[in-house]
């Protein structure tokens, strides 16, 4: 039809995103508006918990996490790995050492992610998988307050390695028996809902954009060996 004419679009799309999400999502968005520069875009960043909130009640046109709703019928689609790796400050007593039973967790400082945050959930089940339980000495709500206090000694964490890009020179990922936790990101919405047309070309462009980003760039894998 006339309106899908590239240039023609016109409209507004909003995106509710995961915390790690916004590590990747923006730079392809450049691009996106480009292409479409009458789309008007507005991106909301938080965790897990509220993202499915916002979904419930219907704010947004695109959703996109690492853990599909297990209580809401959505269609969804994979696009890009989201592996949890344990970071601790660079000159760390582990960093040099290989192969790390992750029960060595037990007696190191640990930062953890707010309630609600998949992060969060995701590594509490690999503990809780292993009995490995950790001393958490501070509680953050943010992935980047995470990595300053990581890089300021208080103790070592699990964070997206999606986060440490691009300045990794502060950070060692440590070698710990099941990391990385494989995830990966998803794009959905609810089943009912009728995707505007704009949003049908957002969700369209995120996975032919992702793909081709991943084949060129060997962008950020779930593979243990994959160098940041
Ligand atoms: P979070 O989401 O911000 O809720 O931790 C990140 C994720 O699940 O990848």
């Known amino acids: 039809t006339v309106a899908d004419l590239k240039g023609l679009k016109q409209g507004q799309l909003r995106l509710a995103v995961i915390t790690t999400a916004k590590y990747f999502i923006p730079r392809l968005l450049g691009p996106f508006c480009q292409l479409y520069p009458g789309i008007e875009i507005s991106l909301q960043v938080t965790n897990h918990e509220r993202i499915l909130e916002r979904m419930l009640n219907n704010m947004d046109d695109l959703y996109i996490l690492s853990q ?21 400050p660079v000159n760390h ?18 930062i953890m992610r707010e309630p609600g945050s998949g992060t969060r959930r995701a590594v509490q089940k690999l503990f809780d ?7 958490v000495k501070l509680e953050l ?12 000694g208080l103790g070592i964490s699990v964070l997206s390695r999606h986060t440490l890009m691009p300045d990794s020179s502060e950070f060692a990922i440590l070698d710990i028996e099941h990391f990385p936790i494989k995830r990966t990101w998803f794009i959905g919405y609810p089943s009912g809902k009728q995707l505007s047309i704009v949003a049908r070309t957002y969700y369209e462009y995120l996975l032919e954009a992702t793909k081709k980003f991943v084949e060129e760039t060997g962008y950020c894998t779930n593979s243990p060996a994959d160098e940041v």
């Not at 040099?96 to 029960?103: D, G, L, M, T």
């Not at 998988?129 to 001393?135: A, E, F, I, M, Y």
């Not at 709500?141 to 300021?152: D, L, P």
């Open 93 to 110: 007593p582990l960093a040099k050492e290989k192969n790390i039973p992750i029960k060595r967790l037990t007696n190191e400082p640990f």
């Open 129 to 135: 998988q292993h009995g490995v339980k950790v001393k």
């Open 141 to 152: 709500g943010s992935n980047e307050a995470i990595k300053q206090a990581i890089a300021g």
């Open 68 to 88: 599909v709703p297990e209580n809401l019928d959505v269609n969804y689609e994979p696009f890009l790995d989201n592996p949890l790796v344990v970071f601790a």
